[in-house]
């Protein structure tokens, strides 16, 4: 039984609201979610990852709030592991789970962010992805993972097992938006992972910070340096700069 993939679009939106509302003072505001598309600049892998290893994305679009750019293009996003396992040692999956923590301007100045990573593409150059379209014809789909009585209900602002993402399941029909860059495999509707077997995606937006799960029932778990990335923030806050 597949879902709406607008489901799990719509879970992560409400989540990541949810999430900032517990840290504004103003609930009746609620921010807007932007979003992000970025590459991997240095391999992650579960073969030589560590628990709050730094993990850095470069940006390669503008987040714009209310007609400014906020965050532009070659800006670094940064995050941490809060989890690494594999497969068979102790863990039934590999496993790499990654907090988004904030934004680097190139002028040095920091944007704390609340966010998640909703979708990877395999680099456009990997063997996966050699076929051009193969990134438009081949992604993810959310599968209905637990059905029935016995099926986990979710709490409020988490996804249910419905929400998860497998890298198995394939579009009937490749949608490209027209900013999408020469290359990009990812567009703004884009979840889970493209160009990789066996990688699943979920995500805990119960409490913050949010939380990106990586899972796979291989031995390791490898985002190699390139890897295209779709992040999903809630809107950054707009500091004013004080006047003299």
Known sequence: MQLNSNRVLQGITCG???LTSHQSASAGNQPAVSTIFAIVEKRIETKSASLNQEVTLRTISDVIVDGTVVIPSGSRV???????ATKGKGSEQSILSIVIDKAILE????ITLQGII???AARPDSSLSSDPTYGMMHSNEPKMVGTG???AAARPGELS????VESTATLGAARVNGEMRKGL????????????SGLTLTWRLTAPPAVTVFSSNRKEIKLDAGTQVLLRIARPEVK???RD
């Open 16 to 18: 990541l609201i949810l």
């Open 78 to 84: 940064v995050g941490h592991l809060v989890e690494v």
């Open 240 to 242: 004013e700069i004080p």
């Open 118 to 120: 909703a979708a990877v």
């Open 185 to 196: 495999l990812l567009n703004t509707e884009s979840q889970g992972a493209i160009g990789f």
């Open 161 to 164: 097992p419905s929400g998860k």
């Open 149 to 151: 009585p016995t099926a």
């Open 107 to 110: 002028s040095g100045k920091e």
